[in-house]
């Protein structure tokens, strides 16, 4: 049974409460009731906040991307790791640039509503049930989570001090493009101090996002897989009367509402993820496999590292999203099962027919390209080692 331990909770209220010394952000926590607080301040009260996420855009993402750009029509030319460190920033910086847009828009509200709506659906229904609670087991998402979110809270002055003590920082290589003599901009300290200011701002902004959004996304996902299994443990009282069948069924089509709610920002989330995803593997591999003599051996190990993290990440979220298809599909079968038991067999099955299963959709811009379920995963994979075996045969040894 799937349910959402202490430890989880633990790593969601920490995400928040280690970034409670900054700026106020649209979306807190409240670890007092377990739900999430959407923030309508007036945009004044939201002033460092903004200046953090225009700081994210202008110090990370729009110098990166355009040298990545003018080095792709060929008008500037800089060494491949200074090329390499930039794609791995424009990629972390357009994320933490569409939480920022997320957040200030109606899909921020609506997430925040979903998640609250969740929580007491899955309180309720612990409440009622008679089941006893579940042995301690040992964690490892919720270790893990807390882990997550420890590294988010040091790493933006790690990854701060590295970028400018290297020079690898997006606004030193783009103001080396700009003026030929790079010994001046290294020793200039008005130079040096902004540099070290925006940097930090932009990192210390972009981990909350990555601590928040990740512990959310868990903790979400375990709500939803919590209820369908409190659903699937009452599931044979459905036949016990119209009133315990409609109480049961009405929790599921709260459950089923809720979803809907979600239903266009976790599709795009999804498909985001996984091509994320897709993308991310077959060039970690092809990096670790044919350029450990291009690279040079310090930026190269982080590259079998991400190879082990990303599809540990997929291989972690990737069950949960296919769980609730799954779950549900067995929540209907023992609904089915039990109802040949029932004394309102006509009334049960014309309001089970009613019932379609909950999914988890990948699309964007509205259109819905497919649901998650067990074969998603296997396809999934399938795809990643094939292209990466193309990718690695096209080049010559």
Same mark, same amino acid.
């Given at each position: 049974?799937?349910?959402?331990?202490?430890?989880?909770?633990?790593?969601?209220?920490?995400?928040?409460?280690?970034?409670?010394?900054?700026?106020?952000?649209?979306?807190?926590? &409240?670890?007092?009731?377990?739900?999430?607080?959407?923030?309508?301040?007036?945009?004044?009260?939201?002033?460092?906040?903004?200046?953090?996420?225009?700081?994210?855009?202008?110090?990370?993402?729009?110098?990166?991307?355009?040298?990545?750009?003018?080095?792709?029509?060929?008008?500037?030319?800089?060494?491949?790791?200074?090329?390499?460190?930039?794609?791995?920033?424009?990629?972390?910086?357009?994320?933490?640039?569409?939480?920022?847009?997320?957040?200030?828009?109606?899909? %921020?509200?609506?997430?925040?509503?979903?998640?609250?709506?969740?929580?007491?659906?899955?309180?309720?229904?612990?409440?009622?049930?008679?089941?006893?609670?579940?042995?301690?087991?040992?964690?490892?998402?919720?270790?893990?989570?807390?882990?997550? @979110?420890?590294?988010?809270?040091?790493?933006?002055?790690?990854?701060?001090?590295?970028?400018?003590?290297?020079?690898?920082?997006?606004? +030193?290589?783009?103001?080396?493009?700009? #003026?030929?003599?790079?010994?001046?901009?290294?020793?200039?300290?008005?130079?040096?101090?902004?540099?070290?200011? +925006?940097?930090?701002?932009?990192?210390?902004?972009?981990?909350?996002? $990555?601590?928040?959004? +990740?512990?959310?996304?868990?903790? %979400?996902?375990? =709500?939803?897989?919590?209820?369908?299994?409190?659903?699937?443990?009452?599931? !044979?009282?459905?036949?016990?009367?119209?009133?315990?069948?409609?109480?049961?069924?009405?929790?599921?089509?709260?459950?089923?509402?809720?979803?809907?709610?979600?239903?266009?920002?976790?599709?795009? $989330?999804?498909?985001?993820?996984?091509?994320?995803?897709?993308?991310?593997?077959?060039?970690?591999?092809?990096?670790?496999?044919?350029?450990?003599?291009?690279?040079?051996?310090?930026?190269? =190990?982080? #590259?079998?590292?991400?190879?082990?993290?990303?599809?540990? #990440?997929?291989?972690?979220?990737? !069950?949960?999203?296919?769980?609730?298809?799954?779950?549900?599909?067995?929540?209907?079968?023992?609904?089915?099962?039990?109802? %040949?038991?029932?004394?309102?067999?006509?009334?049960?099955?014309?309001?089970?027919?009613?019932?379609?299963?909950?999914?988890?959709?990948?699309?964007?811009?509205?259109?819905?390209?497919?649901? @998650?379920?067990?074969?998603?995963? &296997?396809?999934?994979?399938?795809?990643?080692?094939?292209?990466?075996?193309?990718?690695?045969? &096209?080049? &010559?040894?």
């Amino acid at each position: 049974m799937v349910v959402v331990t202490p430890l989880m909770w633990k790593a969601l209220a920490r995400s928040h409460t280690f970034s409670a010394y900054l700026w106020i952000n649209p979306v807190d926590f &409240s670890g007092t009731d377990g739900k999430l607080i959407y923030n309508d301040v007036p945009l004044t009260k939201l002033k460092f906040w903004i200046i953090s996420n225009m700081t994210l855009f202008i110090a990370l993402f729009l110098p990166s991307i355009t040298i990545i750009l003018a080095q792709l029509f060929g008008l500037v030319s800089i060494p491949l790791t200074n090329l390499m460190v930039l794609g791995i920033i424009v990629l972390m910086s357009g994320y933490g640039c569409l939480m920022a847009i997320v957040l200030i828009s109606s899909l %921020g509200v609506r997430l925040v509503s979903a998640f609250n709506h969740l929580h007491d659906l899955n309180t309720r229904l612990t409440l009622e049930s008679w089941i006893s609670p579940l042995p301690k087991q040992f964690d490892f998402i919720g270790i893990s989570l807390n882990n997550h @979110v420890l590294l988010c809270a040091i790493y933006p002055y790690f990854i701060t001090i590295f970028l400018l003590r290297t020079e690898m920082d997006p606004i +030193f290589l783009f103001l080396q493009i700009l #003026f030929t003599d790079s010994s001046e901009i290294s020793t200039n300290l008005i130079i040096l101090s902004f540099r070290l200011l +925006f940097i930090v701002f932009a990192w210390l902004e972009f981990f909350r996002y $990555c601590s928040n959004s +990740f512990c959310g996304l868990i903790v %979400g996902a375990h =709500l939803i897989l919590s209820i369908i299994s409190w659903l699937q443990k009452s599931a !044979p009282q459905i036949f016990l009367g119209k009133h315990i069948s409609s109480h049961i069924l009405q929790k599921y089509d709260t459950l089923r509402s809720i979803l809907n709610i979600m239903h266009d920002p976790i599709s795009v $989330c999804v498909a985001t993820v996984m091509f994320s995803g897709f993308v991310g593997c077959i060039s970690i591999n092809f990096a670790t496999l044919k350029m450990y003599d291009v690279i040079p051996m310090p930026l190269y =190990l982080t #590259f079998p590292v991400l190879g082990v993290v990303i599809p540990t #990440f997929i291989h972690i979220m990737m !069950p949960m999203m296919i769980a609730v298809y799954e779950g549900a599909v067995v929540l209907q079968r023992k609904w089915g099962r039990a109802l %040949g038991l029932s004394k309102d067999v006509k009334y049960l099955k014309r309001k089970l027919r009613a019932e379609k299963a909950v999914r988890i959709y990948s699309g964007v811009f509205g259109y819905e390209l497919y649901f @998650v379920r067990n074969s998603t995963k &296997s396809t999934y994979q399938y795809v990643i080692v094939g292209h990466t075996i193309s990718a690695l045969m &096209s080049v &010559s040894a």
